[in-house]
């Protein structure tokens, strides 16, 4: 149980366009779902944190125009990168909280290896 | 401001032999939650144990253990008859509550046959 599927697992886009990045709770329902950047040999950095049907509270140093945060519903929240550019090429983690059970447990999708050329 | 703090960058340990990982952490909480992660080269984040701050048992997960020091604000994992899919990347964790999870830098572990 507590799987979070993340879509797609790798794209490459061009410079100035856009790209979303969907994360899934496929067997429970996330009332919280994180976003994570995380670079090459680093720990994971907590970009924005949505709950179902608000608006997203994002990280200090996290320009929320160019990360749209979505979380229409409770097993689907979308993260779009507006006008890429080269420094945006990261690895995009997700996880999800049903907010029940043990400390509120967060499950973390596969990734998402965005490069932007 | 919570943090917390992993000292090691890299550890290495011969398969079957016994490793510890260190994690500190600052707080000024006195209910919250730790984790370990393990992160391996498919970078899928893998939960291998918490522990929960009001509890002075030390939690234990088969070949993993931690040492749980409230008053120190220390949080090692132990990880015994190490296995060559041990090697990974560590992450220790603190949340307090619903709150974000705050992660470490990381231990890159080895495990040499």
């Known amino acids: 149980g507590a799987v979070v599927s993340q879509h797609p697992s790798r794209v490459i886009c061009k410079s100035g366009t856009s790209v979303k990045i969907e994360c899934r709770s496929l067997d429970f329902q996330a009332t919280t779902m994180f976003w994570y950047r995380q670079f090459p040999k680093q720990s994971l950095m907590l970009m924005a944190t949505?709950?179902?049907?608000?608006?997203?509270?994002?990280e200090q140093g996290v320009e929320k125009d160019k990360f749209l945060i979505n979380h229409a519903s409770l097993t689907l929240s979308t993260l779009t990168v507006t006008s890429a550019h080269p420094e945006d090429s990261s690895f995009y983690i997700c996880?999800?909280?049903?907010?029940?059970?043990?400390?509120?447990?967060?499950?973390f999708g596969p990734g998402t290896r965005l490069t932007v050329t | 401001a919570q943090t917390v703090t992993q000292s090691q960058p890299e550890m290495s340990v011969q398969e079957a032999e016994t490793v510890t990982l260190s994690c500190t952490y600052d707080t000024s909480e006195s209910d919250y939650y730790l984790f370990w992660y393990k992160q391996p080269p498919s970078r899928q984040m893998i939960l291998v144990i918490r522990?929960?701050?009001?509890?002075?048992q030390n939690a234990t997960e088969n070949r993993f253990s931690v040492n749980f020091q409230k008053a120190a604000k220390s949080f090692s994992l132990k990880i015994s008859d190490s296995q060559l899919g041990d090697a990974a990347m560590y992450f220790c964790?603190?949340?307090?509550?619903?709150?974000?999870?705050?992660f470490g830098t990381g231990t890159r572990l080895q495990v040499f046959p």
């Open positions: 964790a603190y949340t307090k509550n619903t709150d974000k999870l705050i």
């Open positions: 996880s999800a909280s049903s907010g029940q059970g043990i400390a509120y447990e967060q499950y």
């Open positions: 522990q929960e701050a009001y509890k002075q």
């Open positions: 949505s709950n179902e049907g608000s608006k997203a509270t994002y």
